[in-house]
């Protein structure tokens, strides 16, 4: 009301700021935590000034934001152009397509798999974490490691490694096989095989590592382990990884969690929304590369099973409001609003 500059004038009016690249902000939120020369006054600094931007948050952490871009499938949509443009030359070079592999649903049929977000399926959702962690591999930026996740100075296994072991990529029957024998005999959740890949790249990012052939292995092995930890109520204890690779000892297990921890920050929060996203962009991983998901024909016990898991999160979402509007909660909890009356005098 007193300004002199209002924007209800005309919007030739309105004054314009010069927009400020990440770079720039980040640059002046350091320069703002200086505490003031000046000792006659208090220094209070605003919350903005000490808040990361956005911008800047996403493409740093994608492993701590549900609206980064994952970094597998980001590094996979090379071979997944290849591999349609290939498709599609091979389409027009024949008459006929041939038998579709993909079932699509119809009026009397409905298709559907037991793959859900809430309970993924554990063979698919292996599949797709080792493909990630393949595309990783295959297309990794440098080979920047640590002693301590070297397969040559910590072995898993007697078998002496080849002279060439740091630049032979594995394949992802191998990836996937080795992941596979550790979830079996840990006889470790779906849920778990994702964490297992958000604390992987979250190690990359934060520790600025990448994943390469001689390193692959014991990286993997330390986001299970800690993920194991995390997730499972009933965790495995190093030991029992120990009786699984043969080889390993649990000084070597113990500390190679403890740097995995000291890499990562000690950060281990997963929020549901980063869960979410991984799940969602591995479904995509999956379609991109032909992982078909186990289908079935919908019949009326599976429906009847759909319709009570619905009713049961259903009623646990009610009691959740409830609860929220009964007790405070902070805002990454809170689930419902409590609305009030309008008081009209």
Not at 63 to 89: E, W
Not at 114 to 137: E, G, M, R
Not at 255 to 273: G, H, Y
Request: charged fraction near 25%; hydrophobic fraction near 35%.
């Amino acid at each position: 009301m007193g300004n002199t500059v209002t924007c209800c004038v005309s919007p030739e009016s309105s004054p314009k700021l010069p927009s400020r690249q990440p770079a720039e902000r980040l640059e002046e939120l350091e320069t703002s935590t200086e505490v003031s020369d000046d000792n006659t006054l208090p220094y209070l600094q605003h919350i903005s000034d000490r808040e990361v931007p956005d911008e800047l948050a996403f493409e740093s952490n994608p492993s701590d934001h549900a609206r980064a871009s994952t970094i597998f499938l980001y590094k996979s949509q090379t071979d997944v152009r290849d591999k349609r443009k290939s498709n599609h030359i091979n389409h027009i070079s024949h008459v006929s397509p041939g038998q579709l592999s993909k079932k699509y649903s119809s009026c009397s049929t409905i298709f559907i798999d037991d793959n859900t977000v809430s309970q993924p399926n554990l063979k698919s959702t292996i599949k797709c974490v080792t493909l990630a962690i393949y595309y990783h591999i295959k297309n990794r930026d440098s080979d920047r490691s640590l002693d301590i996740f070297d397969e040559k100075l910590h072995p898993l296994s007697k078998e002496p490694l080849p002279d060439d072991y740091s630049r032979v990529d594995p394949e992802h029957k191998v990836i996937y096989r080795f992941v596979r024998t550790l979830f079996s005999a840990a006889q470790l959740t779906a849920e778990c095989a994702i964490v297992t890949l958000v604390y992987l790249e979250r190690l990359l990012t934060y520790a600025e590592l990448d994943i390469c052939p001689c390193n692959w292995k014991r990286i993997v092995l330390g986001a299970i382990l800690l993920a194991s930890k995390v997730w499972d109520d009933q965790a495995v204890w190093n030991v029992d990884y120990c009786q699984i690779l043969k080889e390993i000892t649990v000084e070597d297990m113990n500390e190679m969690e403890r740097q995995f921890l000291e890499l990562l920050q000690f950060n281990i929060n997963v929020p549901a929304s980063v869960y979410a996203k991984y799940y969602f962009d591995l479904r995509q991983l999956a379609d991109d590369n032909n992982l078909s998901f186990p289908l079935e024909p919908l019949d009326n016990q599976r429906a009847k099973k759909l319709e009570a898991i619905s009713r049961l999160c259903e009623d646990k979402y009610k009691d959740l409001c409830k609860a929220s509007m009964r007790r405070s909660c902070s805002a990454d909890n809170l689930i419902g609003v409590r609305h009030t009356n309008a008081v009209l005098s």
